[in-house]
């Protein structure tokens, strides 16, 4: 029997990691919708992805719930399952499944760089990786994202007469983005279109500071020139922006680095913030985890299937159904 099915299926236990229709036992990496469904029997997550699914989805979203730490292995039977973090968002893990004396780690969504709004990447050692490749492609190089935002607040202080809507996704990117201009000195209130509040009062409740954050309906058109607005990218551009006064359209995203999908986005001051690993990220975690074997998955996965078969590694690609096309970077 094998530890793990190329369906992310795990036979001695009966549970499927973050699978796309409902199931009796779900391991879920994240909270991001093209991982976590509402409608399984019983769910395993870390508490901050519990904490957000019944924050996105309802309390009821699940028959039932456990909560399992970072870095506490829990043994059912003969099978071990640890979650380790994967860097990504709030609560998000990779997968570790011991049985039968191998090691298996699913990485679900993952990045190395330093992010205060995600427990730290941690690599684990195993036999075989199943890695995303959301980046999966040698021209995928992410730059600092500091100086991504410093050209954000350059431009808020070269237009004070405008307001800056900066589109995000709801889920991790938004938090991620506010933490940021924090640390880049930006102490003004941030305002928030509505679909963002509930997310970013959670990250606050479960220890994330995003300091002061303000609905921006209703606020006075005047009074939000020289502002920073977050909102979901859709809103940016329909009407819900005519209430700023002349906005710039800005959006925080991997993608971002692809020219042509800022200009099709009608974005005006493109931001290259990603919450996956690059390139260079995904070769290093996988020569890291020492594994001989890897399955790649929810990206571009044929660049780095040649690339590890070069290592002289076995790989092969997975095709998963259900995973966002556009990189999982909100997966809305
Ligand atoms: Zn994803
Ligand atoms: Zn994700």
């Not at 094998?2 to 779900?26: E, F, G, H, M, T």
């Not at 994240?30 to 395993?44: E, I, K, M, T, Y």
């Not at 938090?175 to 640390?183: E, F, K, N, P, T």
Request: hydrophobic content about 40%; proline content about 7%.
């Amino acid at each position: 029997m094998a530890v793990l099915n190329r369906d992310l299926y795990i036979p001695s236990i009966d549970a499927w990691v973050d699978p796309s229709v409902p199931k009796p036992r779900a391991i879920i990496t994240h909270g991001h919708a093209d991982h976590a469904r509402s409608g399984h029997g019983a769910v395993l997550a870390t508490p901050d992805t519990v904490a957000i699914m019944k924050v996105r989805y309802g309390e009821d979203c699940a028959g039932q719930f456990q909560s399992l730490d970072f870095n506490t292995p829990l043994a059912m039977g003969d099978t071990t399952i640890t979650f380790y973090p994967a860097g990504h968002i709030l609560g998000s893990a990779q997968v570790l499944i011991e049985a039968e004396g191998q090691r298996v780690v699913v990485t679900g969504d993952y990045k190395r760089r330093p992010d205060r709004t995600a427990q730290p990447y941690e690599p684990v050692a195993c036999d075989l990786l199943i890695t995303e490749a959301t980046f999966g492609l040698p021209v995928f190089q992410h730059p600092d994202p500091k100086d991504e935002i410093a050209r954000l607040l350059k431009s808020v202080a070269a237009q004070p007469e405008r307001a800056h809507l900066v589109g995000c996704y709801a889920l991790g990117k938004a938090q991620r983005v506010i933490a940021l201009l924090r640390d880049a000195g930006w102490d003004k209130p941030i305002y928030l279109h509505g679909a963002m509040i509930r997310l970013c009062e959670l990250y606050q409740e479960l220890g994330v500071d995003l300091g002061e954050l303000i609905p921006a309906t209703g606020m006075p058109k005047a009074a939000m020139a020289g502002q920073i607005v977050i909102a979901p990218p859709s809103a940016i551009r329909d009407r819900w922006s005519r209430r700023f006064p002349d906005p710039v359209v800005c959006q925080a995203s991997g993608w971002m680095s692809v020219k042509q999908r800022a200009r099709q986005a009608l974005v005006e001051l493109p931001l290259v913030i990603s919450d996956h690993c690059d390139w260079g990220e995904l070769n290093e975690s996988i020569l890291e985890s020492g594994a001989e074997t890897v399955w790649v998955t929810h990206g571009r996965e044929d660049a780095l299937v040649y690339w590890c078969k070069k290592q002289g590694l076995e790989a092969e690609p997975l095709a998963l159904p259900g995973l966002d096309d556009d990189g999982g970077e909100g997966g809305e």
